[in-house]
């Protein structure tokens, strides 16, 4: 199947804009609903440049056309309270800068060829050795602003960009945008249900049969699920920012370590889990196409595949186990019952696990089949590991009370003693 060339692409692309727009005009509240923090971000930067162009206009005069103020404005306003005050502040450091190099330029060789290109070219290095990201370029717009129109216009400048910042951060503080918290949570349960979803799908075909296309249909979604997850990380970082200086949390007393700690130990276990499925699921299509010196005959191919079949019933329990990580991710309550559903899930798969190693012990096939066999049976005991809300490595996103427990000591034959608790 070949790629669609650019032209097609494109009206592929306008098509999906106009049934988007079609769509939008005939159910506008629909629009709105599914956009609305797009909408409410739009809402914030008009309203914040209307007011940085009236604030303007009152301290520098109608005279002025203070039109730099709202475009400081519009670009100060961003998805967080902590950005868009670590955004205005560069911006403001950048005209500054700007504004002073104009003004020594002025004074020491006046304007001509050789001092804008010089005070360019120095201009954007300091703003990017003083790291102002992107508003860098604020350092050389200004000087040619300033070389332009006289040095009178640098404290105009100056006086426009700081109340277009001001204005920007004022209502982003005034109608504050949300923490993302609850939108994080939502994208890490996606990445665990998709994840089950493999699970449960791989142990479905362990059962029934599968070829090499089904192994390379299930390695593809891992991948798609790897990506997923990366989406999720990058949302969780948005909501640490958009935690940060926010008044909403600020309002309801979110403490950010017990918003934000299980998360992230949620998704650093699906990290694990993502690579550690990914891997079972590699060995059983090299399997399948009779790669690494696996047996190429029909019939002991059909035997080592046989053997691998209790398989599924430990990825049926992972499944389940990552559905209950799901919901904890999603609902963002670690309740004990959810602790009792996950423990049960997980020592379902244990009992599987050791039956499989019972059956996949016993092969009379090559070193390449072992090693399929025991690299399987490793990693779905440590996904069952990383899943483990009491003995763990991550009881942080898993137990009502993160604290990781001392993992049970195995008694000899005729001698009990009972578990000491933690504290104890």
Known sequence: MTAPGPVAAWRGKAADGWRAVRDALRHPGRAVRAHREGVVRTARVAVACALAWEVAVVLLGEDEQPVLA?????????????RTLAQGLRQFGGVMLGALAALGLLRLAGANFATIGLA????????????????ATEVPVTVLLVLSTGAPYAPVRIWDTLVGVASGVLV??????????GHAADRSARVAHRLADIAHDTARGLREGWDERTSDGWLRRVETAARELDRAREAAVQAEEGIRLNPRRLRQGTDPAVALGPL??????????????G???????????????????????????????PIGDVLEAVGDALDVLARIQRDRVRE???????????????????????TLCRTDQGP??????????????????????RHGPHPAALHPQPLRLAAPRRESPGHSEEPRSPAS
């Open 120 to 135: 360019v070219g120095v201009c954007l290095g300091l703003g990017k050795l003083l790291r102002l990201g992107e508003q």
């Open 279 to 309: 891997s079972v699921l590699r060995g059983l299509d090299d399997l399948a196409r009779g790669e690494r010196q696996f047996p190429r005959e029909a019939e002991a191919l059909s035997d080592a595949r046989e053997r691998v079949r």
């Open 264 to 277: 992230g130990e949620g998704l650093t276990c699906l990290g694990h889990v993502c690579d550690q499925l």
């Open 70 to 82: 709202p475009l400081a404005a519009l670009l100060t306003v961003q998805l967080t309270v902590f």
């Open 336 to 358: 004990a019952g959810h602790t009792d559903d996950l423990t049960a899930a997980l020592e379902r798969g244990r009992e599987h696990h050791a039956a499989a190693a019972k």
């Open 368 to 389: 390449a089949v072992w090693s399929l066999h025991g690299s399987i049976m490793d990693e779905t005991q440590q996904i069952l590991h990383e899943l483990d809300p």
């Open 172 to 181: 982003n503080l005034v109608a504050a945008p949300p923490t993302y918290v």
